[in-house]
């Protein structure tokens, strides 16, 4: 039972390299959602996915893309990597309308 | 999402019942209330959720009060592994679930 699957766990990238994260769920649902968490802090919304073929902000949008390219699949693009992008990023399933949300055990961002 | 108050931390001992807060008087009257924890270097898991109802699970149970405005998280039996941060969330329709700062719980051996 996978749940939400991220890939890579761990990537270093050098100042302005190009980076996807992938991220896939089996649970069927519609909604999904990339969150980053810095060191100490809490988790913020970065984009989300209420359905296939939508995508829309959430609180810090800057610096990424995304595309869901399926109703499995959402991954998150950084085209030019800078040090505060430096985090954990998790992806997320669920959660809409009551639903529970389920959560990857997220991706470890340095960028040097 | 209706805006929730939780202590920034608690402390509990092991095997103790441990019972975490959360205010929230402005939540309406269709308003679940969800709460979420997030164990050290892990992503935030489901915990439970409720409407107007005590609610029990293999996890924990939510006693909610009678007028809505507080709800409190049981933790029947703390171990050291339910040492995380626990989020209080009333989710609003079809937006995205904020987290906020959480009660970060701390279990003493």
């Known amino acids: 039972n996978a749940g939400v699957t991220q890939t890579p766990k761990f990537q270093v990238l050098k100042t302005g390299q190009s980076m996807t994260l992938q991220c896939a769920q089996d649970m069927n649902h519609n909604s999904m959602y990339w969150y980053r968490q810095d060191p100490g802090m809490g988790l913020r919304l970065i984009y989300y996915?209420?359905?296939?073929?939508?995508?829309d902000k959430g609180e810090v949008p800057n610096g990424y893309n995304v595309s869901r390219l399926n109703k499995r699949e959402f991954s998150l693009r950084l085209e030019s990597a800078a040090p505060s992008q430096t985090s954990v990023y998790f992806c997320?399933?669920?959660?809409?309308?009551?639903?529970?949300?389920?959560f990857g055990d997220g991706t470890r961002l340095s960028i040097l | 999402d209706a805006k929730t108050t939780q202590p920034n931390s608690m402390e509990s001992n092991e095997e103790e019942p441990v019972h975490l807060p959360c205010n929230h008087s402005?939540?309406?009257?269709?308003?679940?209330i969800h709460w979420y924890r997030q164990l050290p270097s892990q992503g935030p898991e489901y915990v439970i959720h409720g409407l107007t109802s005590n609610v029990n699970n293999r996890m924990a149970s939510l006693a909610i009060a009678e007028d809505r405005k507080s709800s409190t998280l049981i933790l029947h039996r703390a171990t050291l592994r339910d040492a995380a941060v626990y989020y209080c969330?009333?989710?609003?329709?079809?937006?995205?679930?904020?987290f906020g700062k959480g009660t970060r719980l701390s279990v003493i051996a």
């Open positions: 969330i009333l989710p609003s329709g079809n937006t995205p679930l904020v």
């Open positions: 997320a399933s669920g959660g809409l309308r009551n639903q529970p949300q389920h």
């Open positions: 402005t939540i309406s009257g269709t308003d679940y």
């Open positions: 996915s209420a359905s296939e073929g939508t995508t």
